[in-house]
């Protein structure tokens, strides 16, 4: 939001400095931007006389003029403007001043021979326009010597202030004062818009649509006749241009302006141009409309719309047509003072991509009582400068105020934040900001304050105006306290080591399209978007492997691989707190490169990612000994062949991997293989998992015993079985691994051989030749008695 001194004064009767009034402004939580001042730019240049203006001797296009710029002597300037003669007044930039539209700092200099001691401007060498047809000539009133931004009135600081989005009454310069006025800064001037007679009843029919009163509630509407369009005077271009505005025309200049003052959006139809009746209703389907910007949008059905008989004059809150718009050869206009809905703006807004001032300010929601009086002072303007006759205004529906009363009391401050503000000071803020009471401790909201809906709002309100520098401090304990939940703590540790194991982490939308979501196993509307920000974006996602896939197809379209991917973020069943699930996903693709020549290269595959999601379930503090991996029933998107669920006990799955299946992958245009895990933080957190450090690594000082085996088991017996029966031989046992599998000649056709390299680590003692025979005949025997098997000779 942008705004001048001299405007917010015309707001706020202060004797302020403007840097305690910017500071007061961040106090108060509007932060300051930027603060520029035009006149900074023209320093050094001054109103000055040509006195005689002689033609140069040696050029015919240039004159030697004498010029009166205030000093003790008269000054000699080489000018080759068409328009520069004796008598008038213009802009002189003496030497040592920078000429902004050149990019050069003037200086004593000779133009083919003639001394010149100076340079008269035009507006666009000053910076100030892109018309150039001579120098800028000066109303005969300018006083001669005076500083040029000085005499233009253009020595006026520029603020600009961030606001967020819960403080739509400072999208007006009025609210801004308000603010201040609060804070101590200043008197609030009253504002006086008394109602305009009309001397008339317009035959012009407007109607609102019943289906059309919950976009628009409330819409007034005024014909003046007799209009002269003009441009405008030049007090109000002035303030337009303070704030980057191009003038139009008076007619135009003054919506803006009373929406840039008052945060009143408003808008002017030419007459002429109307065919019949005009109504406030919805758009139907793919009907069709020509905005100001000169493009044409294609509207929805749930879109709001100003229309005649024949054509969409406006999209309601949004921009006007360019068919209806206002020309200087304007002489009777219907004035629109309406109050939109804000979802109903921001909608139409965002699915067309249109961006407009009024568009800003009515999604974040206007004071909903101003129509009477954005009409009523827009009319009085429009008859001071333009003239004309106004009809009386007709009001359709009608002005819906909250009407919210919030339980409240003065001591809701101190509990809050500790602060001791007395009642009497609480209620003189409130007051100051449009509060009021309208019963004992309750307060209620100005209509313009759509964001305070309870008492903590109200609070805030408070000690924001009051200072948040008489909140106390507070020394914060010294004693170390414990910070991460174990679900935050689950969440670093797990992305650690997914980051050790070569993925890289994404943070994607949670938002995914109506395809999309019905692809992962999304049913019903539940979980629409109401209000998307894209039409790829209106379902929440059911599954974090979505935008994941489309990362690896965005990474492999540039040809890069391979790729391991993964995010912990939240996927969605339903709208409910307890249908939304914190999901660690990760996909992998490609070939895994060896860094040996002996080694080949080979492509992930679906044990890889089974690997990685037992490494993420055993840092967790998951015993793998006490899951298990179960396949088929896996969801829809995975391959049903090559996928399956890691579970403890027979009904408790706490992750699914497997390769995606290809029609998905189809649907991504993906055509290589990906492998994916999906575990669900909330099937962690309930088995009381204890995430702790390992601790600095302990080796045993006694010698390690190793031995090799080799079993005849049965063919359909998992190798997950064998290692985990095997590791019941002894505590000692401390790796095992398979290292071979053979089925073929000298194998049954129901069996197969399994060679087993198992590692035995003495805790206290070297074992002896009798522990190690022992250890081995345990390990056969449980082979034989427990699997089945048999010592292969």
């Known amino acids: 939001m942008k705004f001048t001194l001299s405007w917010l004064k015309d707001h706020l009767e202060t004797s302020w400095a403007l840097d305690d009034i910017l500071e007061t402004l961040t106090k108060i939580g509007l932060e300051v931007e930027s603060v520029s001042n035009p006149a900074d730019a023209l320093k050094g240049f001054k109103v000055a006389h040509i006195l005689e203006a002689n033609p140069h001797p040696d050029a015919d296009r240039l004159q030697v003029c004498k010029v009166d710029c205030g000093q003790s002597e008269t000054l000699q300037i080489v000018c080759g403007a068409p328009n520069a003669r004796q008598g008038i007044k213009v802009v002189l930039g003496l030497p040592g001043s920078y000429v902004p539209a050149l990019d050069f700092t003037l200086k004593e200099t ?26 800028l000539e000066l109303d005969a009133t300018a006083t001669v010597g005076q500083e040029f931004s000085s005499h233009q009135g253009m020595d006026d600081p520029l603020i600009e202030v961030g606001l967020t989005p819960n403080r739509p009454d400072c999208l007006g310069v009025r609210g ?65 241009r303070s704030v980057g505005l191009k003038s139009i025309s008076a007619l135009v200049d003054i919506t803006n302006y009373i929406s840039f003052d008052l945060c009143r959006p408003l ?35 749930d879109m709001v719309v100003i229309s005649d008989q024949e054509k969409v004059l406006a999209l309601g809150g949004v921009m006007g047509g360019l068919d209806s718009g206002c020309t200087l050869e304007t002489e009777t206009v219907l004035l629109e003072s309406a109050y939109f809905d804000p979802s109903v703006v921001a909608m139409a807004g965002r699915r067309l991509n249109l961006l407009s001032d009024a568009r800003y300010r009515f999604e974040r929601g206007i004071d909903p009582l101003s129509a009477r009086m954005g009409i009523e002072k827009a009319t009085q303007l429009i008859l001071e400068i333009c003239g004309g006759e106004p009809s009386e205004v007709i009001e359709l529906g009608e002005a819906l105020a909250p009407n919210l009363s919030i339980p409240f009391k003065a ?20 007051k100051n900001i449009g509060f009021s009471f309208p019963e004992k401790a309750t307060v209620r909201p100005p209509a313009w304050r759509p964001d305070i809906t309870q008492s903590v709002d109200v609070v805030e309100e408070v000690i924001r105006l009051y200072g948040y520098d008489a909140l106390p401090e507070i020394t914060l304990s010294s004693e170390p306290q414990k910070t991460l939940s174990s679900s935050q703590a689950a969440q670093s540790l797990i992305r650690h080591l997914l980051a050790a194991r070569t993925f890289m982490e994404v943070i994607t939308w949670s938002m995914v399209s109506e395809k999309e979501f019905h692809l992962f196993g ?65 996909v992998r693709v490609g070939k895994e490169k060896e860094g040996h020549w002996l080694k080949q290269e080979r492509s992930v595959d679906v044990f890889d990612i089974k690997a990685d999601a037992l490494s993420v379930l055993e840092v967790c503090g998951i015993s793998l000994d006490s899951v298990q991996i179960k396949e088929g029933e896996t969801p829809s998107w995975y391959h049903p062949g090559r996928s399956g669920w890691i579970q403890r006990g027979p009904k408790n799955k706490i992750a699914s991997f497997g390769e995606i299946h290809p029609a ?17 933080l909330c099937c962690l957190m309930p ?16 010698q390690k015993v190793e031995r090799d085996f080799c079993f005849l088991f049965d063919k359909k017996l998992p190798a997950e079985k064998i290692i985990k029966t095997l590791k019941k031989v002894d505590r000692s046992v401390q790796e095992i691994q398979i290292f071979d599998i053979y089925e073929g000649k000298g194998v049954p056709d129901d069996q197969k051989s399994v060679s087993i390299h198992i590692c035995f680590d003495p805790k206290d003692h070297t074992f002896s030749e009798e522990e ?22």
């Open 664 to 680: 998905i992958l189809k649907e991504f245009g993906i055509k290589e293989r990906v492998v994916a895990f999906e575990i669900d």
């Open 772 to 793: 190690i025979k022992t250890l081995y005949d345990r390990v056969v025997s449980i082979a034989e008695k427990d699997l089945k098997g048999a010592l292969r000779s």
């Open 176 to 240: 801004i004062a308000r603010d201040l006025a609060a804070a101590g800064a200043g008197t609030l001037k009253e504002m006086n818009t008394p109602n305009v007679k009309g001397s008339f009843k317009s035959a012009l029919p407007l109607e609102l649509d019943k289906k059309a009163q919950k976009a628009c509630p409330n819409y007034l509407g005024r014909e003046i006749k007799g209009i002269q369009n003009k441009p405008s005077p030049e007090w109000l271009q002035r303030k337009l």
């Open 110 to 135: 000779k133009i083919r021979g003639i001394e010149s001691f100076g340079m008269m401007c035009s507006a666009k060498e000053l910076g100030l326009g892109e018309e150039q047809d001579g120098i």
């Open 411 to 430: 001591d809701h401050v101190l509990k809050r934040t500790g602060v001791d503000v007395s009642e009497e000071e609480t209620h003189k803020i409130l």
């Open 522 to 586: 999304g049913k019903g509307t539940e979980a629409q978007i109401s209000n998307p920000i894209t039409v790829d974006l209106e379902y929440l996602r059911p599954s974090v492997l979505i935008h994941l896939l489309k990362s690896v197809q965005q990474n492999l379209d540039r040809g890069l691989s391979p790729l391991s991917f993964f995010e912990i973020g939240p996927r969605y069943q339903g709208v409910n707190p307890e249908d939304q699930f914190t999901s660690i996903s990760g």
């Open 687 to 702: 088995l009381k998992i204890k995430i702790k450090s390992k601790g600095p690594l302990s080796l045993s000082a006694f």
């Open 267 to 301: 808008h002017v139809f030419d007459k002429s141009s109307l065919k019949g009746s005009v109504s406030i209703r919805l758009a139907k389907p793919d009907e069709s409309f020509l905005a100001l910007d000169e493009k044409e949008y294609t509207l929805d059905s």
